[in-house]
Nanobody, 117 residues
Framework: QVHLVESGGGLVQAGGSLRLSCAASGSTFTILVTGWYRQPPGKQRELVAAITSGGGTNYADSVKGRFTISRDNAKNTVYLQMDSLKPEDTAVYYC???????????WGQGTQVTVSS
């Protein structure tokens, strides 16, 4: 019902910046919240940032002040601007969209972000 495609990952040096994109298709007008998650090597997947249909945002403590989540409704795309990147930000980043709160939602395939020291 909702299909997500992430892009924009890559290799960047510590202190650098990167912008991830999450393009949605399908029943995009029914999405209530879109979030970015990440899974570092050997660790569990964790929420990085989220944005609701009303524009509210939420960030993990580890990325506050460095990452910014935003959306472009005309392009059905949610972005994650990542600044002041650290090696511990290295992970596969996933996009998730929910049509109902407290549900599993729909997942993209992920995009690799690697930050070198």
């Amino acid at each position: 019902q909702v299909h997500l495609v992430e892009s924009g990952g890559g290799l960047v040096q510590a202190g650098g910046s990167l912008r991830l994109s999450c393009a949605a298709s399908g029943s995009t007008f029914t999405i209530l919240v879109t979030g970015w998650y990440r899974q570092p090597p050997g660790k569990q997947r964790e929420l990085v940032a989220a944005i609701t249909s009303g524009g509210g945002t939420n960030y993990a403590d580890s990325v506050k002040g460095r990452f910014t989540i935003s959306r472009d409704n005309a392009k059905n795309t949610v972005y994650l601007q990542m600044d002041s990147l650290k090696p511990e930000d290295t992970a596969v980043y996933y996009c998730n969209a929910k049509r109902v709160y407290n549900s599993n939602g729909y997942w993209g395939q992920g995009t690799q972000v690697t930050v070198s020291s």
